[in-house]
């Protein structure tokens, strides 16, 4: 079945660091792949996706490309900011798991001023 | 794109007793989300709802435990049922868009629970 790998946690940085989140999933067919972002005391929201292979999904700084070769969609911002402290979730979704999100653990990232 | 409000926000209950979540959207959905999101760890799904006929769960999930309602296309609740301090986590209910192979997520802001 699908499935989703995330790097565990939690990544500690100094503000300004270089970011990487690696994210690898198994799937059948051609899913669409996420990034949510969850902040301290709130729900989860969509960060950036990636519906095709080679897309890059983009925002708030942040980047994710989706590779098929080595189906990874790996999270990368270059200056990361205290504001960016959060729990960061890659997921899946297609049609093999009817288009419900298959969930990666979640990387806790903690950026220290 | 969805707005989805949820409450209570948080609560702290009594072992044994009953806590029912309510989940308002802002448009009309087929299908809700609910899922548990136990400390430091990822989103379990206990179940879909959908309009007009009973959930489903997923494995490890009974609806005795966590019944659900779906009265109409904007609105659902999740009961947790005779809990236990096991049960404390945060429960989320989600939506997800239109559009086969692109569908996102939308996320109320979830019920933190503790049961003590």
């Known amino acids: 079945g699908n499935s989703v790998t995330q790097m565990e946690g939690p990544v500690t940085l100094s503000e300004e660091a270089f970011l990487t989140i690696n994210c690898t999933y198994t799937a059948t067919g051609y899913p669409s792949l996420f990034w949510y972002v969850q902040y301290p005391g709130e729900g989860l929201q969509l960060l950036l996706k990636a519906t095709k292979a080679d897309d890059k999904g983009s925002n708030k700084g942040f980047e994710a490309t989706y590779r098929k070769e080595t189906t990874s969609f790996h999270l990368e911002k270059g200056s990361v900011q205290v504001s960016d402290s959060a729990v960061y979730f890659c997921a899946l979704s297609d049609m093999d798991s009817n288009y419900q999100l298959i969930w990666g653990a979640g990387t806790k990232l903690i950026i220290k001023p | 794109s969805a707005v989805i409000s949820q409450k209570p926000s948080r609560d702290i209950c009594q072992r044994g007793t009953s806590l029912t979540i309510q989940c308002q959207v802002d448009?009309?959905?087929?299908?809700m989300f609910w899922y548990r999101q136990q400390p430091g760890q990822s989103l379990t799904l206990i179940a879909t709802a959908n309009q007009g006929s009973e959930a489903t769960y997923e494995s490890g999930f009974v609806i005795d435990k966590f019944p659900i309602s779906r009265p109409n296309l904007t609105f659902s609740t999740l009961t947790v049922s005779n809990m236990s301090p096991e049960d404390s986590s945060i429960y989320l209910c989600?939506?997800?868009?239109?559009?086969?192979?692109?569908?996102?997520?939308?996320f109320g802001q979830g019920t933190r629970l503790t049961v003590v």
């Open positions: 989600s939506v997800e868009g239109l559009g086969k192979g692109h569908t996102e997520a939308f």
């Open positions: 448009s009309q959905v087929t299908m």
